[in-house]
Structure formats: C-alpha cells, structure tokens
C-alpha cells in the first residue's frame, strides 16, 4: 500500500457537498481516506476573476500506481462535473496529487511532488494539520530518501 496526500479545492456549487462528494468517490476506488484536514475557505491563485475555494487535503492508502491514481482522480473529477474550460479557473472539484510515498516522478503527465505545492499556503495549512511530521518549525521540508521510481523499482 502507497501513502497519498491529495489536495482538493472547488469554487462552483456547492463546495463543501462537491468535496464531500470527492471523498466518498476516492473511497469507492480503492484509494481509502485515513485522515481529512479541516476544510478551509481561500481566495483563488491566478486565473480570471472568481469565488472562493473551499480546500482541503486528505491522507489516503491505495494499491494503484501513480499513473492509475492520476487516471482515477481524473475520472472522479469528470464524474462530479469538471469540465476543462479555462487555465485556473473556476471548478466544481480539482483533485492534486500532492506526494505519493516518498517517490519522485516526473512524466508529461504527471510531477510528484506536486510542483506548485510548496507555494501554496491553502495546500501547506491543510497538510500541516493532518501530517505535521511533515514540517519543521513550521515549514514543509521534502523527505530526504525521496526516490525515483528507478530507485523504487515500480
């Protein structure tokens, strides 16, 4: 079993049923919710004019692999109403894988860590919460046997 943080935001609808929603859906696929970070309220990064987001970060346990994950959470996405219209803009649900173990990828498709995490205080407060041995007086540092996947054979 992998350990994931995923990170979750919506800004459309109903945000915290939309989130909500998400996390039932990630259950249904195989990829189970340990711990569940507050959901916090936050202005939109970049992009057009917009609402605010809700966000969250969960800790999950899954068996799929990197690649199946992305798909997954895609799918979920899709399911709940996403619809690729505009670069940053608004969405019902968006789904970020933020770590996957201690890997390091990066593909076209796919960069983990999430690249854009560490600049992003609605992504840090949240992690922070549920996983603090993950920071140290208060900043995020990446662990330091994070590997490939050469390094881990997947």
Do not use: C, W
């Amino acid at each position: 079993m992998a350990t994931v943080y995923l990170g979750l935001g919506s800004n459309l609808g109903n945000r915290q049923l939309n989130l909500q929603r998400a996390i039932r859906l990630l259950n249904e696929n195989s990829i189970i919710t340990e711990k569940i970070s507050s959901f916090v309220e936050t202005n939109p990064v970049g992009g057009p004019k917009q609402n605010k987001f809700i966000n969250a970060v969960v800790k999950a346990q899954t068996e799929h692999s990197p690649q199946k994950l992305l798909i997954l959470v895609k799918s979920i996405e899709k399911r709940i109403g996403r619809l690729p219209l505009i670069l940053n803009g608004p969405r019902v649900i968006d789904i970020d894988i933020l770590l996957y173990n201690s890997l390091k990828l990066e593909s076209p498709q796919l960069i983990i860590p999430h690249p854009r995490m560490t600049n992003r205080h609605f992504v840090l407060r949240p992690l922070e919460e549920i996983a603090p041995e993950l920071f140290k007086a208060g900043k995020f540092f990446l662990p330091k046997q994070i590997k490939s996947l050469t390094e881990l054979k997947i």
